[in-house]
Antibody, heavy 118, light 109 residues
């Protein structure tokens, strides 16, 4: 059973770059046709898909955030990362990494990490 | 593209409630829908995938369906522990990624 865990700074100042890493266990990028995602949830609000990277390295970004985000596969085969540039207070949210596919949707989630921009 | 959910729904224990998710032909029309519930401070948990399929660990009280560009989650035999936020999600051709509905808060009276 794959498990995912997010790690990141917790607190940033406006204009800084947010860097988050997702480490997963029990799977690898070479195992199959999975989409490796970042999703966020603003305080008291709904879920917002940010980006995914496919096992092949292809990446797609939410058009509303595209100009500021980069998703990449890590050095090890069980990590992927998100960078969000020029953060503002509007980027304060819980950030989840998650695995998905076109049949099951985004079906395996990390516990989330809280990011505050202040 | 937007997925529209009713913001809130309520019911009494034992009742059946239905939550709807409305999209269009770039998302719900051609693609399978996923449903989640989320309790405060936790990650979303999968309830329904492929529009009407239930993981083995999810009680049979939860069922999903899809018709045209709308999807539905039904919860029968409502229990107090079902009180949570419920979200639909689906692939969208325009975004080339996943869309989430705005969420429905279920209150068990």
């Amino acid at each position: 059973q794959v498990q995912l865990r997010e790690s990141g700074p917790g607190l940033l100042k406006p204009s800084q770059t947010l860097s988050l890493t997702c480490t997963f266990f029990g799977d690898s990028f070479t195992s199959g046709n999975y989409y490796w995602n970042w999703v966020r949830q603003h305080p008291g609000k709904g879920l917002e898909w940010i980006a995914y990277i496919y096992y092949s390295g292809t990446a797609y970004y939410n058009p509303s955030l595209k100009s500021r985000i980069t998703i990449s596969i890590g050095q090890s085969q069980n990590q992927f990362s998100l960078e969000l540039a020029s953060v503002t207070t509007a980027d304060t949210a819980v950030y989840f990494c998650a695995r998905g596919d076109l049949i099951h949707g985004i079906n395996v989630w990390g516990q989330g990490t809280t990011v505050t921009v202040s | 593209s937007v997925l529209t959910q009713t913001p809130s729904v309520s019911g009494t224990p034992g009742q059946r409630v239905t939550i709807s998710c409305s999209g269009d032909n770039s998302n719900i029309g051609p693609y399978p829908v996923t449903w989640y519930h989320q309790f405060p401070g936790t990650a979303p948990k999968l309830l329904i995938y492929a529009s009407d399929q239930r993981p083995s660990e999810v009680p049979a009280r939860f069922s999903g369906s899809k018709s045209g560009t709308s999807a539905f989650l039904a919860i029968s035999g409502l229990q107090s522990e079902d009180e949570a936020d419920y979200y639909c999600a689906v692939w969208d051709d325009g975004v080339k990624g996943w869309l989430f509905g705005g969420g429905t808060k279920l209150t068990v009276l």
